[in-house]
Nanobody, 124 residues
Framework: DVQLVESGGGSVQPGGSLRLSCAASGLTDSSYCMGWFRQAPGKEREGVAVIITGSGSTSYADSVKGRFTISRDGGKNTVYLQMNSLKPEDTGMYYC??????????????????WGQGTQVTVS
């Protein structure tokens, strides 16, 4: 079974930075699609960024382009989300996700194969 464990959330003032980490285990393919989703209170879960770990190709939601960077450390099976210039509207629970085969750049939560437990990000 795939297991995803997030870390790195916390509270920060607007304009600040945080880096989230997602340690993956149980992944058997040489390349896979990993993403970050977030969910604010009272809102639907939304895709933030995704990366193909083999090629390094990435995709971002328009709301975070230029501020967030997704990256990977293949040797450690870890995916990161560097978040800069944080805004109050970035507040929410952030989830690491392993995408289903063929749905790599989907931002739809239904196309996620495995979820992490989530880590809280608060910007205020």
């Amino acid at each position: 079974d795939v297991q995803l464990v997030e870390s790195g959330g916390g509270s920060v003032q607007p304009g600040g930075s945080l880096r989230l980490s997602c340690a993956a285990s149980g992944l058997t393919d040489s390349s896979y699609c990993m993403g970050w989703f977030r969910q604010a209170p009272g809102k639907e879960r939304e895709g933030v960024a995704v990366i193909i770990t083999g090629s390094g190709s990435t995709s971002y939601a328009d709301s975070v382009k230029g501020r967030f960077t997704i990256s990977r450390d293949g040797g450690k099976n870890t995916v990161y989300l560097q978040m800069n210039s944080l805004k109050p509207e970035d507040t929410g629970m952030y989830y690491c996700a392993a995408m289903k085969q063929g749905y790599c750049f989907s931002a739809n939560p239904r196309d996620v194969a495995s979820w992490g437990q989530g880590t809280q990000v608060t910007v205020s």
